[in-house]
């Protein structure tokens, strides 16, 4: 698959890039999606929930009434889940969420989203670039110059850019992350991907040469 380069001004250059096959047009499994996905979200959890149960509850331990004779149901004390203030019944404890994949099926995962994305077109290619000051205006006439400016996107850089970083950060729907960093979740999350030339080799690199 061949796209055309673009530059941050909206316009084609004379460059072309291809996206290899073996990462963007893969048959998709959706069941790896699934499970990366799920990882991913269950990592972000912090587990830190909790809710006090009966022996936790602060309050008397008196039997509160006889236990026959009274014509109701019988009751221990104040701190039983049947009553208000008392404790909960199997209530939520802190815990980890967290679980393990394997890498090749995390793989998978990354190159089944990809040619999602690839199949929808939603794929653009932009010369590497950077910004003199961090200016989120910058950012902003970026995505205008691609009709972008009210769409989910996520910019894939081949290194650290700490200005075109903070230029896009007070934006909801801009994303940026490194191409060792791309992760399942955050391609589908997105509309569109933008990827500068370097990262699409940074990405090869990662897919293939590790095989």
């Known amino acids: 698959m061949e796209l055309e380069v673009y530059n941050i001004n909206g316009n084609k250059t004379t460059k072309k890039v291809s996206l290899d096959d073996a990462i963007f047009?893969?048959?998709p499994n959706?069941?790896?999606i699934y499970l990366d996905v799920k990882q991913y979200m269950a990592n972000q959890r912090q587990g830190t929930h909790k809710a006090k149960e009966r022996s936790e509850v602060s309050g008397s331990t008196r039997k509160l009434k006889k236990q026959k004779g009274t014509g109701g149901a019988r009751s221990g004390d104040i701190k039983s889940p049947l009553f208000p203030?008392?404790?909960?019944?199997?209530g939520p404890r802190p815990r980890d969420y967290n679980f393990k994949l394997n890498k090749k099926l995390k793989k998978l995962a990354r190159k089944s989203a990809l040619t999602y994305k690839?199949?929808?077109?939603?794929i653009l290619v932009l010369e590497?670039?950077?910004?003199d000051v961090p200016k989120t205006?910058?950012?902003?006439?970026?995505?205008?110059?691609?009709n972008l400016f009210?769409?989910?996107?996520?910019?894939?850089?081949?290194?650290?850019?700490k200005n075109v970083y903070l230029s896009s950060r007070n934006l909801k729907k801009a994303n940026i992350v490194m191409a060792s960093n791309l992760n399942t979740y955050d391609i589908l999350n997105a509309k569109n991907l933008?990827?500068?030339e370097g990262s699409v080799k940074e990405i090869e690199k990662m897919f293939l040469l590790a095989d």
């Open 137 to 146: 205006q910058s950012y902003i006439d970026l995505l205008k110059n691609f």
């Open 30 to 32: 959706d069941h790896a």
């Open 128 to 131: 590497d670039f950077t910004f």
């Open 194 to 196: 933008l990827f500068v």
């Open 118 to 122: 690839a199949k929808d077109n939603a």
């Open 25 to 27: 047009a893969i048959e």
């Open 150 to 161: 009210d769409k989910k996107t996520l910019l894939v850089l081949c290194e650290s850019n």
């Open 85 to 90: 203030g008392g404790g909960r019944v199997f």
